[in-house]
């Protein structure tokens, strides 16, 4: 906080050429989005079952399990509208050329079962390959679990990261993964958590103070984040195995934005401790081995890993006036400039180490400054593609662990909120609607 209204006070008018569409074009395919989608048909499974819970955990199943297969930037959902007539919950319903000829002209089919009986779900499912009539299943489920509307979720959830597991390149779908984020109500600050739609949104800490940065560990287990419970901001740690917070010590000064390095060994933060901010790292159990990586006049704060060599980091430094992000060896030296002017914060790197997302306010200058997007730049070249376009305040990009999507906050809708995209910008959803939510971080586990 106090790094950025020192940024703040200095206006500098700065403004850089637009590269290529063909620059562009070369980033995109780079996200692994530029290829042509799978078609797949998901009917809405069928059902025998009489008991009364079945018609509304059916309903969720139903819903969720699309919207998982629509939100995961591999395919084209074929419209139901042209579905053949008939219900499909088992291989004797399906009649391949109805499904594979116009007007589905589906490549894919995913259907199954789904009843409720003595307090129990069980559901079958199918993806047959419906081009293949020989050999046309490609992966057949059973799950069998208590009847609740979560688990209907988590059925549905674990059902669809099958699919995108098995058609999207052996990348692990995200159905099941999570978000954490800041949410601001009655003066305070506390983290959340929710799914990654935005579905089952709960507070993990009640600290009565203002927490931030939520950043979770590689194997999920330990919640970092920045708070003021002791007058700080310190780093904080946070069992999500116990459920509390755990010791970790305090460094003096004040300490922001923790990031987890891809071991989990290690944390890098921006301290304060010798009076200008600046990057350290320390360990991430003990905070031993304090070691500090930057030593210049101007603030050097939200420093990320690359998550995969662990051997970079990304962050974000004022030492030649309005914030710009930079690369250098996690041991601080190979320093490399990546932005070339305007005002870039909240730097993120993608999973497979290839591209950085950040906020970019390309022209900053007196008066009104230019719109906050959110932007992805290829590491090695320094070509980006602008993401977001106009709508609000963007910013505290971060990527879903299959890289194929990107969690932000935006002020669009008249507060800040938070919204997912696939990595290419498309797809722009709003998933919090109550509060003032900031700062998500799409958690590996």
Known sequence: MVAMKKFAILIVMMAAALLPAAAQDWIRTGTGLGVERIRIAAPDFKTTSTDPKTAPL????????????????????????????????????????????????????TFGSFNVGSGYITMQGWLYDVKNPQTPQVLARQYHETATDEN?????????????????????????????FVRGSNGHKEIWEMDYDGANQHAITHLGTISLSPRVSPDGTRL?????????????????????????????????SPAWSPDGN???????????????????DTGLKLKRLTAY?????????????????????????????????????????????????????????????????????????????????????????????????NDFPSWSPDGRHIVFQSSRSGSEEIWTMLADGSQQKQVTF????????????
Not at 343 to 367: K, M
């Open 224 to 256: 970092a984040f920045s708070s003021f419970l002791h007058g700080g901001p310190d780093i904080l740690m946070y069992s999500l195995v116990l459920n509390r917070l755990v010791r970790y010590p305090r460094f003096g000064g004040g300490n922001l």
């Open 297 to 393: 006049k101007g603030p050097d704060v939200s420093p990320v890993w690359n998550p995969k060599t662990g051997v970079q980091i990304a962050w974000v430094s004022g030492r030649t006036g309005l914030p710009q992000i930079y690369v250098m060896d996690s041991d601080g030296t190979n320093v490399i400039r990546m932005t070339d002017g305007g005002y870039a914060v909240s730097p993120s790197w993608s999973p497979n180490g290839q591209f950085l997302a950040f906020s970019w306010i390309r022209h900053y200058g007196p008066g009104a400054p230019g719109a906050e997007d959110i932007y992805i730049m290829d590491v090695a070249s320094h070509q980006w593609v602008q993401l977001t376009h106009d709508g609000g305040r």
């Open 266 to 284: 290690t944390i890098a933060f921006s301290s304060s401790r010798t009076g200008d901010p600046e990057i350290y790292t320390a360990d991430a």
């Open 58 to 109: 059916l309903q969720t199943f139903n819903s969720v399990f699309w919207n998982d297969l629509e939100q995961a930037g591999i395919f084209e959902m074929v419209s139901k509208s042209f579905y053949p007539l008939g219900s499909f919950g088992a291989p004797a319903d399906i009649q391949l050329e109805a499904w594979g000829n116009p007007p589905p002209n589906a490549g894919m089919l």
């Open 434 to 445: 109550s509060g003032v939510n900031s700062q998500p971080f799409w958690s590996a586990k």
């Open 152 to 180: 209907a979720r988590l059925i549905a959830h674990k059902f669809a990261d099958e699919i995108i597991f098995r058609l999207g390149g052996g990348i692990p779908g995200i159905a099941e993964s999570k978000i954490f």
